[in-house]
C-alpha cells in the first residue's frame, strides 16, 4: 500500500510540472506582447548600403598612352592603346604553344623518298648466296647500293597543328603586352600619305632609330603605297590587322602600329561577332 501511495504522489508532482511548464511560455509571450504594445511599432532596420569601388581606377586601366611621331620623325601627340590588348596578362607557356603550332602549319609536308620497291631496277639476285666469298645479297635496289631504295625515308605527312580561337587571342595578347612592357611598341601616322619611295621609309625608319632591328609594321589594311615602299627593306615585315599573330609579334624586335591600325585592332579582336 505504502508503493502505490508513493507512485501515485509521483505521478501528480509530474502532471503539476508539466502543467506549469507549458503554461510558462505563454504568460512569458503574452507578456513580451503587451509590452512591445506599449512601447509602440518596432522600428526596422535599416538595410545596409552596398559599397561600391570607385571607377577612376578602371577608367585609368582602360587604355595605355604611347607616343605617336609623324612621317618628319618626330613626336606630334600620344596615341591611347587599349587596356585589353596591351596590357593583358603575360602567358609564356601560351606564347611557346602558339609559336610551335604556327612553324608547324608553315611545314608544306610533301617531301617523298622512293623504297626499294619503287626504286627501277631489276629483281634478279645479283649473284649466287655462297661461293663467292662476299656477302650475302638479294638485289641491287637494297639501300646500300648506289641507286636502290631509301630506307626509312620521308614521305608526305601531314603536320597541321591548331588551337582554339580563345587560345590563339590569349596568345595574341600576351606577345602584344610583353612587346609595350619592354618598351618596343611605336606608333606612326602619316605613312599612307607617303608616295610609296623606298628612300622615304628607310629615311623614316633612320629617324626613328629603327635602321637595324627587326621591325613588324601592323596596317588597318592592305595599302599598296605602304606596301610598296616597305617591302625591300631589309628587317621589315608587312600585315594588315586580320594577318597579325604571336610569331610575327615575338619575332619582331619592334612593332610599329599604324594610328588607323589600333582602331582597327579593337574592332576586330574584342568585339564580338
Not at 41 to 47: E, F, G, L, M, N
Not at 190 to 218: C, H, P, R, S
Not at 252 to 270: C, R, S, Y
Request: hydrophobic residues 40%; charged residues 25%; without cysteine.
Amino acid at each position: 500500500m505504502a508503493d502505490t501511495k508513493k507512485t501515485a504522489t509521483k505521478r501528480t508532482v509530474t502532471k503539476k510540472t508539466v502543467a506549469k511548464t507549458v503554461k510558462a511560455p505563454a504568460k512569458k509571450t503574452a507578456s513580451k506582447a503587451a509590452s512591445n504594445a506599449a512601447k509602440g511599432p518596432v522600428a526596422k532596420a535599416a538595410p545596409k548600403k552596398i559599397v561600391t569601388k570607385s571607377t577612376s581606377n578602371v577608367a585609368k586601366a582602360s587604355s595605355v598612352a604611347v607616343d605617336l611621331f609623324d612621317t618628319a620623325g618626330k613626336k606630334s601627340s600620344t596615341l591611347s592603346l587599349p587596356a585589353a590588348l596591351f596590357e593583358a596578362k603575360i602567358n609564356k607557356q601560351l606564347m611557346a604553344q602558339a609559336v610551335r603550332v604556327y612553324l608547324a602549319n608553315q611545314r608544306s609536308g610533301t617531301a617523298s623518298t622512293k623504297s626499294r620497291g619503287e626504286v627501277q631496277g631489276s629483281t634478279r639476285k645479283i649473284y649466287r648466296q655462297k661461293g663467292t666469298g662476299r656477302a650475302r645479297h638479294g638485289g641491287i635496289r637494297a639501300p646500300i647500293f648506289v641507286g636502290g631504295g631509301v630506307a626509312l625515308g620521308p614521305k608526305p605527312h601531314d603536320f597541321t597543328l591548331s588551337l582554339t580561337k580563345k587560345m590563339k587571342k590569349a596568345a595574341l595578347f600576351s606577345a602584344l603586352s610583353a612587346r609595350q612592357k619592354e618598351g618596343q611598341i611605336k606608333a606612326v601616322t602619316g605613312l599612307e600619305t607617303l608616295a610609296g619611295k623606298t628612300k622615304d621609309f628607310a629615311n623614316l625608319l633612320l629617324k626613328l632609330e629603327l635602321g637595324e632591328t627587326k621591325i613588324l609594321l601592323v596596317m588597318p589594311e592592305k595599302i599598296e603605297s605602304v606596301v610598296r615602299g616597305a617591302r625591300n627593306i631589309k628587317g621589315i615585315r608587312l600585315t594588315p590587322v586580320q594577318g597579325l599573330n604571336t610569331y610575327d609579334v615575338l619575332n619582331a624586335k619592334t612593332v610599329v602600329l599604324m594610328k588607323d591600325a589600333v582602331a582597327a585592332m579593337e574592332k576586330h579582336f574584342t568585339e564580338a561577332k
